[in-house]
């Protein structure tokens, strides 16, 4: 396989010693864009396919170079963030020139070899784990999928286990050329109904499956793990979460992963100009309550493992 490892595409983050997300130990590379609008989205960061700024109130000593760098007048002083986003061009001036990196550059083009480089130096740590490797996160891998290739073709070349995290949502043929390269597919489930799932994500759940159903035909021996992200109201009751189950047990697949509701991602939102995170007050399902769903789970044959810990 010819790698292209000049190839950019555009970065938000590349987060090591994970045991999150997969097998071993793993350096998780987050990618920007998704084709997806999830409400509750835990990287709010990573969905628009562009850089945006950041702006961390807790590093800002009001120096007040980012003012005298911009042209159009965005910089404010509120309690809300520095930054007014309904003026700000974008042009990201004020971030280069912050000392504190109270204001911040997310998303960064970087080369398949520079990402390569990076992940290869935590190469001991992969191999004494179990499975330990990459994984290709976002955002959705998808939604840069040429880049996405290159960097699976480059890490496969360089003995690297390659998992990728993917709602499926793509051309299937594009979802396939992915799928084929890598040793581990984590593959999101929303929602079983298409409506609900529509109206949590902005797109319905058809692609979704029927992408899932095709891959399981076309390249059977590709291990895949099934994640449910439990959000409150919307899909983490009983009859969904066993509808889930039942469906990826009728593919052949042995195994789901329970992702308890995350609480933490509001400053994100308020970070990137995105206000107030409609999910702000929403509680992490109780111990008891993710204990009976896994026993529901396992009753139909299935393995069962909680926030991404195996």
Same mark, same amino acid.
């Given at each position: ?61 009001? *120096? @007040?170079? &980012?003012?005298?760098?911009? $042209? %159009?007048?965005?910089?404010? !002083? ?7 986003? #309904?003026? *700000? @061009?974008? &042009?990201?001036?004020?971030? $280069? %020139?912050?000392?504190?990196? !109270? ?7 970087? #080369? ?199």
């Amino acid at each position: 396989m010819k790698v292209n490892y000049e190839l950019e595409g555009l970065v938000a983050n590349i987060q090591d010693f994970s045991v999150h997300d997969g097998s071993g130990i793993r350096v998780i590379v987050f990618l920007k864009g998704c084709a997806l609008r999830c409400k509750w989205c835990q990287n709010p960061e990573s969905i628009e396919s562009t850089p945006e700024v950041a702006f961390r109130p807790r590093l800002c000593i009001n *120096c @007040n170079r &980012c003012q005298e760098v911009c $042209e %159009v007048n965005a910089i404010i !002083a509120s309690e809300d963030g520095r930054i007014d986003r #309904s003026k *700000c @061009n974008n &042009c990201l001036k004020c971030a $280069e %020139v912050c000392p504190t990196t !109270a204001l911040i550059k997310v998303g960064k083009l970087m #080369s398949v070899k520079k990402v390569l480089n990076k992940v290869k130096s935590y190469s001991a740590f992969f191999d004494a784990s179990d499975n330990g490797g990459v994984t290709l996160s976002g955002g959705d891998p998808l939604h840069q999928w040429k880049f996405s290739h290159e960097l699976i073709k480059a890490f496969r070349e360089n003995h690297i286990h390659v998992a990728i995290e993917t709602c499926g949502y793509a051309n299937y043929n594009i979802f396939k050329r992915i799928a084929q390269d890598i040793n581990l597919l984590l593959y999101d489930i929303k929602h079983m109904d298409s409506k609900k799932h529509e109206a949590g994500t902005g797109v319905p759940n058809h692609i979704i499956l029927d992408n899932l159903k095709r891959i399981r035909q076309e390249v059977p021996d590709l291990k895949c793990v099934i994640r449910i992200p439990l959000i409150p109201k919307f899909n983490d009751d009983e009859e969904n979460v066993l509808k889930t189950a039942q469906f990826v047990n009728s593919l052949g697949i042995k195994q789901i992963d329970l992702l308890p509701f995350n609480e933490l991602p509001g400053a994100k939102y308020r970070e990137i100009g995105r206000g107030e995170w409609e999910y702000l007050n929403l509680k992490r399902q109780s111990e008891d309550y993710l204990d009976k769903l896994a026993k529901q789970i396992k009753a139909i044959g299935l393995k069962v493992t909680i926030g991404g810990l195996w």
